[in-house]
C-alpha cells in the first residue's frame, strides 16, 4: 500500500472511530453484530491485504469491507449456533490454517535476516542475463498441447521434424486422432522460465521444440519476436528484488536443513517407505 492510501486509510479509522468521543476512542469499533463488535483494525487488516486501492476510493472501500464484515460475523454467529464450528473437518481446516499462517510468520523472520544486494551485483545480474535485460525480446508462440502415452512420443518428435510447417504437424495430429489444444500465447521475456529462456533467445520464426510432460506432449514454435530491451536503470528495481527474493529462500533453506539435522524425525507406516527410498525434502516455499 503507498503512502497515500496509508494516509486515506487512517482518515477513513478517525471517521470510523470518531472525533471526540471516548468511548468510541476506545473502543475502536465500527459496527456491533448482535453482541460482537467490529473493529477498524479488522476493517484496516483487510484494506492492507488488497493492493492498489486508489487513496480516493479507501473510504468507500472501507465501507464495502465493513458490509462484508458484517456479513462474515453474521455467518460465523449462525454456525456456531448449530455446532457447525466443531464439526471435525471444519476443525482440521482451522488447525491447517493456523499451523500455515505460523510456520509462514517463522520463514518471513528467519528470511527478514537477508541483507539487500549492492548496486555491484545487481550490475553483474544485469550484464549477465542479456536476454532478460539489454536483448529482451516479447515473444509470440503457438503452442500445441497433446494428449499422448509414453510409447507414442518418439513418433510425435520425428513427425514433428518431418513437418515443413507446425500447420502440417497439426494436420497430422487430426489424421491420426490425436486429441490436442491449439493456443497463441504472447510471452515477455521474463515470462519465459529461466532455464529455456537462452533456448527461446536463439529460436529462429517458424522452430519448434518438443517438450514431454505428466499428460503427454507440448510442441512450442517461435511465431514471431520483437525487441523490447530494457537498461540498467529500469532493470534495477526487479533485479534488486529477485536477487533479495533468492537470499531470503537460501537461508530459509539452510535453516529448515539445520533444524532437520538437529530434530527426531521419525516416518511411520507407509511413509517410512518413501523415506527409506531417499526421497528428497520439499524445499521451503
Known amino acids: ?167 502440417d504437424f497439426a494436420v497430422f495430429l487430426k489424421e491420426k486422432a490425436y486429441r490436442f489444444s491449439n493456443n497463441q500465447l504472447v510471452l515477455a521475456a521474463e515470462q519465459v522460465p529461466l532455464g529455456s529462456l537462452d533456448d527461446f533467445a536463439r529460436m529462429k520464426e517458424g522452430q519448434s521444440v518438443l517438450n514431454t510432460s505428466s499428460s503427454g506432449v507440448q510442441v512450442v514454435t517461435m511465431v514471431s519476436s520483437r525487441s523490447q530491451p530494457l537498461d540498467e536503470a529500469q532493470a534495477f528495481p526487479a533485479i534488486e528484488q529477485f536477487l533479495l527474493n533468492e537470499r531470503k529462500r537460501r537461508i530459509v533453506e539452510e535453516d529448515l536443513k539445520a533444524l532437520r539435522a538437529t530434530a527426531k524425525i521419525q516416518y511411520l507406516g507407509e511413509y517410512a517407505k518413501g523415506a527409506a527410498s531417499g526421497a528428497e525434502p520439499t524445499k521451503a516455499p
Open 1 to 167: 500500500m503507498n503512502r497515500l492510501t496509508r494516509v486515506a486509510v487512517c482518515a477513513l479509522a478517525l471517521v470510523l472511530v470518531g472525533c471526540g468521543g471516548g468511548k468510541n476512542k476506545a473502543t475502536q469499533s465500527a459496527a456491533k453484530v448482535n453482541k460482537e463488535e467490529i473493529t477498524v483494525h479488522q476493517i484496516n487488516y483487510v484494506l492492507q491485504q488488497q493492493r492498489g486501492v486508489p487513496p480516493a476510493q479507501a473510504a468507500s472501500a472501507g465501507q464495502q469491507v465493513l458490509e462484508r464484515l458484517i456479513d462474515q460475523e453474521l455467518a460465523v454467529q449462525t454456525a456456531k449456533s448449530k455446532d457447525i464450528d466443531r464439526d471435525p473437518q471444519v476443525v482440521q481446516q482451522l488447525e491447517a490454517a493456523k499451523r500455515e499462517i505460523i510456520a509462514r510468520a517463522y520463514i518471513e523472520r528467519v528470511g527478514s535476516g537477508a541483507s539487500k544486494p549492492t548496486p555491484e551485483e545487481i550490475r553483474k545480474y544485469f550484464n549477465e542475463k542479456p536476454a532478460l535485460f539489454k536483448e529482451r525480446r516479447v515473444y509470440t508462440l503457438q503452442e500445441l498441447r497433446i494428449e499422448a502415452k509414453p510409447e507414442q512420443i518418439a513418433e510425435l518428435r520425428a513427425k514433428l521434424q518431418e513437418s515443413a510447417t507446425v500447420n
